[in-house]
């Protein structure tokens, strides 16, 4: 397998705002448009921020430039529960444009929404209907990209919504919460169906919550969606109505002599996707990355370490909660490696097979600063080791090999 | 022209502002009354200004398009001046938003104005230029109007254009985005009725196509194409094609397909003919009632109803009715309450013997089952099992099980099983309606709930015209009169609502007789607002009905209008005047 080199590329942010970064600033969701031309970013203050290639004639990479930005969500107060409702993007899901128009699906905590960016004139009335009942004159005080709000989807769940995708014809769209999975449809919302059910009779025996789900990126009747006991389950639509029934799990036994107290944290899934021509499966949990071949599920092809010297810090990490940080993975295009991000600023590229990870470091230099990380590698995280630059999210074009990878609340670009 | 009358309370120039207003309930307002302000304005003036104005409207939310499409639909032909060609500019504007319901509206708007055109030739002008326009729309939702008008104007159109019309529907049948695909399955069914026109190889060849469309509501959609082919001499011409089709589609690896081609299954039926379905397509919904999925079940034990007429009844007994025993007693309960509707539609076929034997086991056990919603779903077709079987020998289980869901904890479940009663007064006649169950009635009247109280009381207006005054009087309201003695007021109110339900029932004479001592009675009851409804019933009374009933009523009226309380007082002062 052709090892794959990735270049720094491009980036929004600088060292001086990064230091001193705000809570509301930090980069919460990013995701790729499907032709690539358009990129975008939800951040936790509720703004989905769009960034696009502009087309030019030219035949190289064009670099990104920021296009426009939209207050998506604003804090809310649950009244039935007494808690506020936070305006932190949880993902984004760009969904096929018509003409020049854009559709993207936000969500925070609680509430779906579709949102419309497109190119129109904004007018005002500046001159009533009078007696005669003549039509209002109209003129134009803005003009470019407005967005709207097409649709708003506020009850959907009744627990933290985790996960939103959409199938790849677009006709379903998959939400997760802790406990469900639902698909609905956009044009009718008011009939989501319920697809997975982990609810147990008695709440005080949760053992076991829904930490995310995808679709199949071609195949419309296929979704996984993985638990906080580090299960895997693939379902499909086509089978059954309620898909856990007749759904495909792929998990591996907990090793008793492994055991600690640790254990359950680390083997929480923090994400998973399938690789892009869909044969296997790749899952983030706090310490590894799994390589499942969806042919053979009884044990996953591959477990890789993203960064052993973690295992001895996890003392540390469960005082400071980064225990509990969830990571995002990506599968590159030719399905051969995945990515995933990590902390102090890194993020990983390791083949599929666990056999070479490369560790690459964000840095405002314009600079691709890699290096391999070899099987039982061991180093100690001084204090110069920042917990605090987390790369928790990603997102990999499917056009071209291209990341965007968001630390804090800085945009890296590269490309391979 | 009708000329609408303005009864918003607004000004017509106000409407005409709100239509630009940024709070979206004003704008809705406004373009729910575009009739009004066309109308004030005139024809001409609405099609110089006001049509060419909408044209600002359509960048608006889904809600006020929503309101849009529908004012436009109402009377705007009229509106101006009978030039219909006028609104499709604005129609084919709304085929291309992203809501669906508008776009199929706003497309069926314009087939309906291509039908008021007398011209011919400008009918088929004006409906290409639109398809063709739509269809090259960048906006690929503007191909579900194309898929809907094609089939519309398929066969008014010259030659040429029905091969371009073809040609579109193929390119559209094979395009990448799944939509589009979607939206010429839906419509199919539309254009096959037109073979042979459309020719055979065109339909097999999309029909191919669809078939191995990997998107399951593609494929869903053939089943309804098939049936409209079934009703052309395409079926004779390509039998063996139009039948493996089915089958592929009843045996797909989607459950979903296979829900849809099982719902459909009458209609096949209808269109093969009983043999055919017998013979192709029986075994299938054997199959599906014993499909592990939940939903096939119960879309296949709903079947039951009318697939029943398609099926020899030696068939219903040796293979059907072996296959319900499991599924009475399936965990789901949908899977039942779809048993329950349907099973008791199979009694009037295999006649009284086989019924007793086979079916009212089957009876028995849904009417213990532990939901109460199957138990109504069973009651609402109890007709067709006591017509088989007669009321009294099924008397002694129903009337228990009726007594168990009337004291039912939920209240929604008390309140339904009321309106199974009059379908049994329907059904069954006054035998039914044993003192047993008439107690059951009253039982109701003085339930705690008011929803129910109030469905008991519509339920006797509905008993009263179904089996007559007489009937009631002797049987239901003497006992309802006597509330009246209740200590708790409420239930001495519903001898007033009592009345006021069945007023248009009720003669004068029985008025006069028995209504009158009554509400001369309760004028002078303790509680206030008693005699506050006296005073409604007595004026609904006195204005119903007239003749001799209105002195009576006068009199009672004036001794509430000297009545200590003020509502009292002033209720009848008003009543008095009114009359």
Not at chain 2, 41 to 49: C, S, W
Not at chain 2, 361 to 383: A, G, H, W, Y
Request: hydrophobic share 40%; glycine share 2%.
């Amino acid at each position: 397998m052709k090892k794959q080199d990735w270049k720094f590329m491009q980036v929004f942010g600088d060292k001086a705002s990064s230091d001193n970064v705000s809570d509301e600033d930090i980069i919460s969701a990013v995701q790729f448009e499907r032709t690539g031309r358009f990129l975008g970013l939800g951040d936790r203050a509720g703004r989905l921020i769009v960034f696009e290639v502009p087309q030019t004639k030219k035949k190289d990479k064009a670099e990104y430039q920021y296009l426009t930005e939209l207050q998506s969500h604003t804090r809310e107060f649950d009244f039935l529960k007494s808690t506020d409702i936070e305006e932190k993007i949880n993902q984004l899901q760009w969904l096929r444009g018509q003409g020049k128009n854009m559709y993207i699906l936000t969500t925070n905590d609680k509430t779906v929404k579709l949102w419309k960016i497109s190119e129109k004139n904004v007018t005002k009335v500046i001159k009533p209907s009078g007696k005669d009942l003549a039509m209002p004159k109209l003129q134009v005080v803005e003009s470019g990209l407005i967005p709207s709000v097409r649709k708003v989807f506020p009850n959907l769940h009744n627990y933290h919504i985790n996960s939103l995708t959409a199938s790849n014809n677009e006709e379903f769209v998959l939400t997760s919460d802790d406990l469900k999975v639902y698909l609905w449809s956009i044009e009718q919302p008011s009939k989501a169906f319920v697809a997975v059910d982990l609810k147990p009779e008695n709440l005080d025996e949760l053992s076991e919550v829904i930490t995310s789900s995808t679709f199949h990126p071609t195949l419309d009747n296929q979704f996984l969606y993985t638990t906080s006991k580090g299960i895997i389950k693939l379902c499909d639509m086509r089978k059954s109505g309620i898909c856990d029934n007749t759904a495909i799990t792929m998990s591996e036994p907990e090793d008793p002599a492994k055991k600690n107290f640790f254990t359950e944290i680390v083997t929480s899934i923090s994400d998973a996707c399938f690789s892009r021509n869909g044969k296997y499966i790749f899952s983030r949990d706090f310490l590894t990355v799994k390589v499942w071949d969806i042919a053979m599920t009884n044990k996953p092809v591959a477990t890789v370490q993203v960064f052993e010297p973690l295992k001895s810090k996890l003392c540390d990490l469960y005082e400071n909660e980064c225990i509990f940080d969830k990571f995002s993975i990506a599968s590159t295009l030719d399905s051969n490696s995945f990515i995933t991000g990590n902390f102090n600023s890194t993020f990983h590229v390791v083949d599929r097979m666990g056999e070479c990870n490369s560790q690459y470091e964000l840095n405002f230099n314009k600079k691709t600063i890699v290096r391999q990380i070899p099987p039982k590698y061991f180093e100690n995280l001084g204090s110069s080791y920042d917990f605090n630059r987390k790369v928790q999210k990603l997102s990999m074009c499917q056009t071209q090999n291209l990341v965007a990878v968001a630390c804090l609340n800085c945009l890296y670009f590269y490309t391979a | 022209m009708p000329k609408i009358e303005n009864t918003t309370g607004m000004p017509i120039n106000l409407i005409i502002d709100e239509l630009k207003s940024d709070d979206i309930r004003k704008r809705i307002h406004s373009v729910k009354h575009l009739d009004l302000i066309a109308s004030t304005i005139g024809p001409d003036r609405t099609k110089n200004e006001l049509i060419p104005f909408i044209q600002e409207l359509l960048d608006d939310d889904d809600e006020v398009l929503i309101e849009l499409v529908d004012s436009l639909s109402r009377n705007f032909v009229e509106l101006v001046g009978g030039q219909v060609q006028v609104l499709l500019p604005t129609f084919e504007a709304l085929c291309r938003v992203e809501d669906a319901s508008v776009r199929e509206k706003a497309a069926n708007q314009i087939k309906k104005c291509l039908t008021q055109l007398p011209d011919q030739k400008k009918v088929e002008e004006l409906s290409i230029g639109i398809i063709k326009r739509l269809n090259d729309s960048d906006y690929y939702m503007a191909k579900n109007a194309v898929a809907i008008l094609i089939p519309a104007i398929f066969n008014q159109v010259s030659q040429n254009n029905q091969n371009d019309l073809i040609n579109i529907i193929l390119k559209m049948s094979q395009d990448q985005i799944p939509q589009v695909r979607k939206f010429t399955s839906m419509y199919f069914q539309d254009l096959v009725k037109h073979f042979p026109l459309v020719n055979e190889t065109f339909i097999q060849n999309i029909l191919n196509s669809f078939i191995k469309d990997e998107q399951d509501f593609i494929r869903m959609y053939i089943v309804d194409a098939l049936i409209q082919a079934s009703k052309t001499p395409f079926l004779q011409k390509q039998q063996n094609f139009v039948l493996n089709m089915f089958k592929q589609l009843a045996e797909d690896q989607s459950w979903r397909v296979r829900y849809y081609f099982c719902d459909k299954l009458a209609e096949i039926g209808e269109a093969v003919t009983k043999e055919g379905y017998r013979k192709n397509f029986q075994n299938y919904h054997l199959k599906f009632l014993q499909d592990n999925e939940p939903e096939m079940k119960s879309i296949a034990a709903l079947k039951i109803e009318r697939v029943s007429t398609l099926m020899d009844p030696e068939d219903i007994l040796n293979k059907l009715i072996p296959l319900l025993k499991s599924i009475q007693s399936d965990t789901n309960a949908f899977v039942r309450n779809a048993l329950a509707s349907s099973v008791l539609a199979l009694c009037p076929i295999i006649g009284k013997k086989n019924t007793s034997e086979q079916i009212l086991p089957i009876f028995l056990t849904l009417l213990k089952d532990q939901d109460s919603e199957v138990r109504i779903t069973l009651f609402k077709k109890l007709s067709l099992i006591t017509n088989v079987l007669g009321v009294d020998s099924l008397s002694q289980s129903v009337i228990p099980a009726l007594t168990e869901l009337a004291q039912d904890k939920n209240w929604r479940i008390r309140a339904s099983t009321i309106e199974v009663l009059s379908f049994f007064a329907r059904a069954i006649g006054p035998e039914f309606l044993s003192d047993k169950v008439l107690k059951l009635l009253l039982d109701w009247m003085g339930d705690k709930v008011f929803s129910v109280r109030q469905t008991a009381i519509q339920q006797t207006a509905q008993l009263i015209s179904i089996l007559g005054l007489a009937w009631a009087d002797k049987n239901l309201l003497t006992k309802i009169w006597a509330f009246q003695s209740i200590q708790n007021y409420l239930h001495r109110l519903t001898v007033l609502f009592t009345i006021n339900q069945i007023t248009s029932q009720l003669n004068n004479e029985y008025i006069i007789k028995t209504i009158v001592p009554i509400l001369q009675s309760m004028a002078k009851d303790s509680v206030a607002n008693i005699r506050s409804n006296v005073c409604r019933t007595s004026i609904q009374l006195a204005k119903e009905k007239g003749g001799n009933v209105v002195d009576p009523m006068k009199k009672i009226l004036q001794t509430l209008s000297d009545d200590q309380d003020a509502e009292v007082k002033y209720q009848a002062k008003s009543a008095l005047e009114s009359l």
